[in-house]
C-alpha cells in the first residue's frame, strides 16, 4: 500500500488549485447548445466530512445527496459503522464550514432507526413536499414540508410492496441498492441497482406519484458486475444539446479495485444512453482525472457513491452544465482490509476543471 500512495503521489498536477468560488459559463447557452466535454478532469477537497466524537462509533459517513437552498448546503449522507447503517443531515453556508456542521440522526426523526441508506432529496413541486428516498431493503421514501425541520422527516413507505421478480431473477447472491427518483413532464422513474452489473427502471404517472411504480426493467447490464456496479444519478442538464439532455452517471469498480465513475448521455429518461466519458482512461471522475487543492495529500484513490451540487431542487433533478461540482466519498486506502461496513469513507467534493462550451 505504502508503495502505491507514493505513486499515487507522483502523479502530474498540471492543473492548479483554484479557489473555491462557482464558475460560471464563460458563455451563457443562449439556444440550448451547450456541449459536455468529452474528457474530464477535476480538483479535489481534502476530508470535508466524517464521523464526530459523539459516542455513536461511526466508522464512515457515506452516499451523499446534496442541495443548494436559500443559501445554506443542505447534505443527507448514510452513518456507517459494523451494525448497520442509518442516515444523517447537516446543513452550512460554505463548504469551509462544512466540517463544524452539527450532525442531526434522522433515527430521532419518525423516518426512524433500522437500516436506512443512500438517501436521495428532492422538492416535488405537485405536492409541495420534500421526499427523501432510500434503501430499506426496499425502495422507501419519507416526505417532509420544511427542508429545515429534520425531525419532520415522515415513518417509511415504501415504492413496490417487496423485491420486483425481475430483480429477484438478477441479483444473484448480492444487494438491492441506491433508487434514484427523476421525473419529467409526464412521467417519474425509479432506478436501482444489484450490484450484480443490472441498472433497472420503474416508472409511473406524475400524477400517481409516489404510488403506481410500474415492473423495472433493465435500462444497461455489464456480465463484469464490477464495470457497472451501482450509486447512478440521472440528471437533466439544463441548456443542453438534445442528445445530451440527460445524463447519467454509474459508480464502477476499477482494475485497480478502486471506485470510479463512469458517464452516459441520452434525450430520454428512458435511454438509450450513449457513452460520454465511460472508460478507465477517460472516465467522468477516477484518480486518473482527479488531482487535489494546493497543500491537500492525494488522501483517497477512490472516487465513490455521490452527487451533484444542485441548485434547483425540484424533480426534474436539473443541473447547470457549468462549474459541475461533485460531493463524493472517498477513503485512505490503507484501511481498504477493514469490514466494508467498517470502511472509514469521508465526504469530499470535487470540482471540475472545465470552461463552458455554449452558444
Ligand atoms: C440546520 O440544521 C438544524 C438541525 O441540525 C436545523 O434545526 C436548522 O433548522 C437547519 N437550518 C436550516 C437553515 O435549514
Ligand atoms: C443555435 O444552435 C444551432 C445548433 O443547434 C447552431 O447552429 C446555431 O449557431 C445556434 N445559434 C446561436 C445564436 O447560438
Known amino acids: 500500500m505504502k508503495a502505491s500512495i507514493a505513486l499515487f503521489a507522483l502523479l502530474p498536477s498540471a492543473i492548479t488549485a483554484r479557489s473555491l468560488h462557482r464558475r460560471s459559463c464563460t458563455s451563457p447557452p443562449k439556444n440550448n447548445t451547450c456541449v459536455l466535454p468529452s474528457t474530464w478532469s477535476w480538483t479535489s477537497t481534502g476530508p ?9 462509533n461511526l466508522a464512515g459517513i457515506k452516499d451523499p445527496s446534496v442541495i443548494f437552498y436559500d443559501g445554506v448546503y443542505h447534505v443527507f449522507a448514510s452513518t456507517a459503522k459494523e451494525e448497520g447503517y442509518n442516515l444523517v443531515y447537516m446543513n452550512f453556508t460554505s463548504w469551509e464550514e462544512a466540517p463544524n ?5 434522522l433515527d430521532q426523526a419518525p423516518l426512524g432507526p433500522g437500516y436506512r441508506a443512500a438517501p436521495q432529496v428532492f422538492w416535488f413541486e405537485p405536492h409541495k413536499l420534500w421526499y427523501l428516498v432510500y434503501q430499506n431493503d426496499n425502495a422507501a421514501y419519507s416526505t417532509n414540508p420544511d427542508i429545515s425541520n429534520p425531525a419532520g422527516w415522515t415513518a417509511p413507505k415504501t415504492f413496490y410492496p417487496e423485491m420486483p421478480q425481475i430483480i429477484k431473477d438478477h441479483i444473484g447472491p448480492y444487494y438491492w441498492v441506491d433508487m434514484w427518483v427523476i421525473c419529467d413532464e409526464k412521467l417519474c422513474h425509479l432506478f436501482s441497482s444489484d450490484d450484480n452489473g443490472q441498472l433497472y427502471r420503474s416508472e409511473t404517472n406524475i400524477e400517481d406519484f409516489p404510488e403506481g ?7 444497461m447490464s455489464d456480465p463484469d458486475r464490477w464495470r457497472l ?3 447512478s444519478c440521472i440528471y437533466r442538464v439544463k441548456g443542453a444539446r438534445e442528445d445530451q439532455k440527460y445524463l447519467l452517471l454509474v459508480e464502477a469498480i476499477g482494475t485497480d479495485e478502486q471506485r470510479w465513475f463512469r458517464s ?3 434525450s430520454k429518461i428512458e435511454g438509450p444512453w450513449t457513452p460520454l466519458a465511460h472508460e478507465e482512461d477517460n472516465a467522468w471522475a477516477r484518480s486518473n482525472n482527479v488531482v487535489f487543492e494546493e497543500g491537500v495529500d492525494a488522501w483517497t484513490k477512490s472516487i465513490s457513491h455521490g452527487e ?3 441548485t434547483h431542487v425540484d424533480q426534474t433533478l436539473t443541473i447547470e452544465p457549468c462549474g459541475i461540482e461533485f460531493l463524493y466519498q472517498g477513503m485512505d486506502p490503507s484501511f481498504s482490509h477493514l469490514p466494508y461496513n467498517a470502511l472509514p469513507w469521508r465526504l469530499a467534493l470535487i470540482r471540475h476543471n472545465w470552461e463552458c462550451t455554449c452558444s
Open 308 to 310: 451533484i451540487v444542485r
Open 101 to 105: 456542521a452539527e450532525f442531526f440522526y
Open 48 to 56: 470535508l466530512i466524517g464521523p464526530k466524537d459523539d459516542g455513536r
Open 229 to 231: 456496479f451501482e450509486a
Open 264 to 266: 452516459w448521455t441520452s
Open 213 to 219: 411504480m410500474s415492473e423495472p426493467v433493465i435500462v
